[in-house]
């Protein structure tokens, strides 16, 4: 049966409970904790990464709540009394939560959402948070790239019967039209989500129950005049497909009519068929093509010249098969006592697992002439948004590399989602964060569009953050010599 009710709250890895209860029976449930969410590597070698998964996110923690059958469960575990049961039948959402807004480009160590709140609420929505952020966001990336790719040509999501499991296609299809798709042939996806258009043709299947081509293709015209797309591919596409909806487009004359290449050489089966089109006058005919695409096929077939007029992409895209793991992580930046914030980190000999400390904020500069962004600043949460010229940034792997900006101006990336747990943020429609994202890519320079050694983005850390990372790491290196 698949799961359709919105409580997730015992979704989370097991940790999260005996954690829980540590808290709980050492007196700190309620101590207040800083976590942030962020990501260490972009998919694909890529220049920028897209946030995503921030519905489901407030939809997650507006339905927190233990249920009976919860408790019971957790009880016969044998790990957990009485007294930690009676605290989690009691449990409501208290935290504060800032996020990058979805559709918004992003980049390494960024913080794509922060959490304050009790040390057990704030720790154990880990899981689900990680879970839905680090898989929307993934395929939000790749669909964008895709779409890229196809320099203008509609994309379509046709991946639902190769993705992960029945919430992958569904969460996969609306990341993807976030990501530039125009829409997916997942039912259920619009019916969920009103505004992600569904749409298909047909299987070879329909082609193969007729005695004949012609006899499949022209009941299918008769039957949706409006929007008529054929398979030609099932027997032979030049021969006997391509004949046969000629055949039938100029009889039936369909007000939108298209073919679709599902197999065979694209580029010259597209090519042929343009030309047999165009010499039938039927040069308002589309052509639609699918088949293991990805945005290098795709980059490839339209630098030979293919004559497509859109894609169906399906499993290279709903699970990002070249690189399917995001790799977003969720580490605890601080704790507070009485009001005073007191920074933690984690530290590491692998260098891009040291964590940045403290309650901190994104900010994005954009050129005031060109509304280019030029470079990103993590801060700490007290700190202004830089200004004036001169203002020096430095690059993110090498800290010898430095820009000097001048006329900027500054944005805080961050929104407040929940204050004390109320939630204060209005998601908005999925097509506006679609528009949204589209805008804000256009934000970026095209040296950081390519797919191969795209241009580093400069995202770097305020003065203040510099010098207290540097001083725990002292710290820490002081204590354990």
Not at 207 to 234: G, I, K, S, W
Not at 250 to 259: A, H, V, W
Not at 355 to 377: I, Q, S
């Amino acid at each position: 049966m698949l799961y359709d009710h919105k409580n997730m709250t015992m979704l989370a890895d097991f940790y999260e409970f005996t954690m829980a209860n540590g808290y709980f029976e050492s007196g700190a449930a309620e101590k207040t904790g800083y976590f942030d969410l962020f990501f260490r590597n972009i998919p694909d070698g890529g220049g920028f990464a897209i946030a995503a998964g921030l519905e489901q996110v407030i939809e997650y923690l507006e339905n927190l709540k233990f249920t009976e059958d919860d408790l019971a469960f957790l009880r016969q575990k044998g790990f957990f009394g009485e007294g930690f049961l009676q605290y989690l039948r009691d449990f409501e959402f208290k935290c504060d939560v800032w996020a990058i807004p979805e559709g918004t480009p992003v980049f390494p160590g960024e913080p794509l959402l922060t959490v304050r709140g009790p040390m057990v609420q704030a720790q154990f929505i880990e899981t689900m948070l990680l879970l839905l952020v680090n898989h929307q966001s993934l395929i939000a990336t790749k669909a964008n790239r895709i779409v890229r790719a196809a320099a203008g040509r509609a994309v379509m999501e046709f991946g639902t019967r190769r993705a992960h499991g029945a919430s992958a296609a569904v969460f996969g299809a609306r990341a993807a039209f976030i990501g530039g798709c125009a829409g997916t042939a997942c039912a259920i996806t619009e019916r969920n989500h009103p505004g992600i258009p569904a749409m298909g043709t047909m299987a070879h299947s329909w082609v193969q129950l007729f005695d004949d081509e012609y006899e499949a293709f022209r009941r299918y015209a008769e039957l949706y005049p409006d929007n008529c797309v054929l398979l030609v591919d099932t027997y032979n596409v030049l021969r006997s497909g391509m004949p046969n909806a000629i055949r039938v487009f100029r009889e039936c004359r369909p007000k939108k009519m298209g073919i679709r290449l599902d197999s065979g050489d694209v580029t010259y089966l597209s090519k042929a068929a343009r030309r047999m089109l165009d010499d039938a006058g039927l040069s308002r005919c589309s052509i639609v093509v699918s088949n293991s695409l990805d945005e290098y096929i795709i980059r490839d077939v339209i630098l030979q010249g293919a004559r497509i007029d859109s894609f169906g992409v399906g499993e290279r895209l709903i699970t990002s098969k070249s690189d399917p793991v995001f790799g977003g992580v969720y580490k605890l930046s601080a704790i507070e006592t009485d009001g005073r914030i007191e920074p933690r980190m984690k530290i590491s000999e692998n260098v891009e697992k040291i964590t940045n400390p403290g309650f901190k904020k994104v900010y994005r500069l954009f050129c005031e002439k060109t509304g280019k962004a030029m470079a990103d600043l993590i801060a700490l949460a007290h700190e202004e948004a830089p200004q004036g010229d001169g203002f020096e940034i430095f690059h993110p792997s090498f800290t010898w590399k430095r820009k000097r900006l001048c006329n900027f101006y500054a944005r805080d990336l961050q929104k407040r989602i929940f204050a004390g747990g109320k939630r204060v943020y209005d998601s908005p429609a999925v097509e506006d964060i679609r528009a949204y994202c589209a805008k804000q890519i256009d934000t970026l320079w095209e040296e950081s569009l390519r797919f191969e050694n795209p241009a580093v983005y400069y995202v770097d850390l305020s003065q203040s953050l510099w010098d207290l990372r540097a001083d725990l790491i002292r710290k820490y290196k002081t204590a354990f010599e």
